[in-house]
């Protein structure tokens, strides 16, 4: 497997990627088994926990995202989101703000 860094990135980015490249080409060289019974699936997946979980956590950390595991609909997810994020309801709040604008238009007009 091979792995260029583009020459349109910046300095910070061509360092993180040339770090992440290393990275990859190490489990790329990774002698690989295909898991059979659930024991096997349970040792790599603990394998690649460890190995990549640590990756994960620092950049998520550098980044400033929250990650929340979630269950929708008996499905298990990752939640992930940037720094200040507000839930809102964009469809309601979006028809009360063209209600508004249009009572308002109306208003100017004199009706």
Not at 64 to 87: F, Q
Request: charged share 20%; hydrophobic share 40%; glycine share 6%.
């Amino acid at each position: 497997m091979r792995y260029e860094v583009p020459a349109t990135v910046s300095p910070q980015a061509k360092v993180a990627l040339e770090q992440t490249y290393v990275f990859l080409k190490q489990i790329a060289q990774a002698p690989q088994v295909a898991p059979v019974t659930q024991e096997d699936w349970d040792r790599r997946n603990a394998m690649a926990n460890a190995v990549i979980g640590p990756r994960v956590k620092a950049t998520t950390d550098a980044i400033n995202i929250s990650v929340h595991e979630e269950v929708l609909a008996g499905v298990p997810v990752l939640r992930i989101r940037p720094p200040g994020y507000t839930p809102r309801m964009i469809g309601h709040g979006l028809h009360r703000t063209s209600i508004a604008r249009s009572n308002a238009a109306a208003a100017s007009l004199g009706r």
